[in-house]
C-alpha cells in the first residue's frame, strides 16, 4: 500500500526567509509526486509535480521540490518566504505501478505554513 | 474562465435529509472526482468518473451516490445525511482519463461545506 507523511502540522517562517515543508513517500513502484496549495475558502490549486528527470522541480509562484529517491522524500522549497506564501499545502503520491486511476492517489495530511511579516 | 463550479458553497441538513451537491467544468476534461476534506485527514475521494459513462468508488463511498451526467457535470447525492458526513466537498477535474490520469494535475472547485446536525 502507498502512502504519504507530512511530519509537520505547522511551519513559521519569518518574511525573506528560505522555507522548506517536508513530504515523505511509501511506493512499491515508481512514485509520482505532487504538490498542492489551497489558500482560505478555496479549493486546491496544483503547484508542481515529479514524473521522472530531474530531481529538482520548478512549479508556479517560485516553488521548488526536490525528489530524492534514497530517502523517499519531496520536500517542498522556496528561496525567499512572502507573506502571501501563507497557506496548507498538500503533498501527494501516486504509485507509477498501479494501473491508474484517481483511487491511486494519496493525499497528506497537509501542513500550513505561516509567513510571518 | 470559470474552471470547476460547485455548488452550494454551503448547506446545512438535518439527519436523514437527502441533497445533491453539483459540480460542472468547461475544461472539456475526460475525468472528473469528488473528495471530501476532514480536519487533519486531508483529502479521501469518494467516487471518480474516468469518463463520461463511467464511475468508480473511492476510498470512503459509503452513504453517497453518483451520478456523470455529461461531460460536464457530475453530481454527488447524499440519500439520507449523517453527523459523520459533515465535512467539506470538493470536486476536481483532470484532463485524461484511464491509465494516463497517473500523471495528470487536478482542478478543484472553491468547496461545499456541509454541516449535518
Known amino acids: 500500500a502507498q502512502s504519504v507523511a507530512q511530519p509537520e502540522d505547522q511551519v513559521n517562517v519569518a518574511e525573506g526567509n528560505p522555507l522548506t515543508v517536508k513530504c515523505t513517500y511509501s511506493?512499491?513502484?515508481?512514485?509520482?509526486l505532487f504538490w498542492y496549495v489551497q489558500y482560505p475558502n478555496r479549493g486546491l490549486q496544483f503547484l508542481l509535480k515529479?514524473?521522472?528527470?530531474?530531481?529538482l522541480v520548478k512549479g508556479s509562484y517560485g516553488f521548488e521540490a526536490e525528489f530524492n529517491k534514497s530517502q523517499t522524500s519531496f520536500h517542498l522549497k522556496k528561496p525567499s518566504a512572502l507573506v502571501s506564501d501563507s497557506a496548507l499545502y498538500f503533498c501527494?503520491?501516486?504509485?507509477?505501478?498501479?494501473?491508474?486511476?484517481?483511487?491511486?492517489?494519496?493525499f497528506g495530511k497537509g501542513t500550513h505554513l505561516i509567513i510571518q511579516p | 474562465n470559470a474552471g470547476v463550479t460547485q455548488t452550494p458553497k454551503f448547506q446545512v441538513l438535518k439527519t436523514g435529509q437527502s441533497m445533491t451537491l453539483q459540480c460542472a467544468q468547461d475544461?472539456?476534461?475526460?475525468?472528473m472526482y469528488w473528495y471530501r476534506q476532514d480536519p487533519g485527514m486531508g483529502l479521501r475521494l469518494i467516487y471518480y468518473s474516468a469518463s463520461e459513462g463511467t464511475t468508480d468508488k473511492g476510498e470512503v463511498p459509503n452513504g453517497y451516490n453518483v451520478s456523470r451526467l455529461n461531460k460536464r457535470e457530475f453530481s454527488l447525492r447524499l440519500e439520507s445525511a449523517a453527523p459523520s458526513q459533515t465535512s467539506v466537498y470538493f470536486c476536481?477535474?483532470?484532463?485524461?482519463?484511464?491509465?494516463?490520469?497517473?500523471?495528470?494535475?487536478?482542478?478543484f472547485g472553491s468547496g461545499t461545506q456541509l454541516s449535518v446536525l
Open positions: 475544461m472539456n476534461h475526460n475525468s
Open positions: 511506493v512499491s513502484g515508481n512514485p509520482y
Open positions: 501527494a503520491v501516486r504509485d507509477g505501478a498501479s494501473g491508474g486511476g484517481a483511487d491511486g492517489l494519496t
Open positions: 476536481a477535474s483532470s484532463a485524461k482519463g484511464g491509465r494516463r490520469m497517473k500523471s495528470e494535475k487536478l482542478f
Open positions: 515529479y514524473i521522472t528527470g530531474d530531481n
